[in-house]
């Protein structure tokens, strides 16, 4: 049985659980994907897709055009991500003010600190030349290397044939050593 999305958003409105479940197997590397490129974190992006997932199921009956399911979604991760970012700011500067020290600040037997640095830095540098990309590239990108989606997903994920999808990798992957190359 293969059903549409649109399908399987209005057996989602009537309350079927299963349809929604393959909407989410459907969408769930696409929603991480751009929530790991707005939070640069895999864990958060996780819990973040969590979380736009069960607003989306709470909600769905409120999609009124069923073949923008996805862009409706993405709202919806982009809410989330909005939010969390604000809390986070928020606890930040309530922990600043308290001078509490938290339990994950402290040591916790991982890479030397320069290491993890050094790490980070590079991650941080990868992922600001990828939001920098045309949405084009930027998002195969982000499902084949960052998310490990394969290119049939990939393709029916963003609508490609396979071969369009290669060619999109390829020259994505072409500006991006170009970007690398050009960093002091």
């Known amino acids: 049985m293969n059903e549409t999305d649109q399908d399987l958003v209005g057996r989602s409105q009537r309350g079927d659980r299963a349809a929604f479940e393959e909407l989410v197997r459907r969408t769930a590397r696409l929603v991480f994907s751009r ?13 973040l897709a969590q979380e736009t997932f069960l607003i989306a199921w709470r909600k769905i009956r409120q999609v009124t055009d069923p073949a923008g399911f996805r862009s409706w979604l993405f709202s919806i991760a982009q809410s989330v991500a909005i939010d969390a970012a604000r809390r986070d700011r928020r606890r930040k500067r309530s922990g600043m003010r308290q001078g509490a020290q938290r339990l994950e600040d402290l040591a916790d037997g991982s890479p030397a600190p320069d290491e993890s640095a050094q790490r980070e830095e590079s991650r941080q540098l990868v992922l600001a030349m990828l939001r920098a990309m045309p949405e084009e590239y930027r998002l195969p990108l982000t499902l084949r290397y960052i998310a490990g989606a ?4 990939i393709g029916q994920q963003l609508g490609l044939t396979n071969g369009s999808l290669r060619g999109l990798l390829h020259r994505g992957m072409m500006r991006l050593r170009e970007a690398m190359g050009a960093e002091p």
Do not use: I, N, Q, V
Request: aromatic share 12%.
């Open 150 to 153: 394969d290119y049939e997903t």
């Open 35 to 47: 929530l790991y490129l707005e939070t640069g974190s895999s864990d958060r992006a996780e819990d």
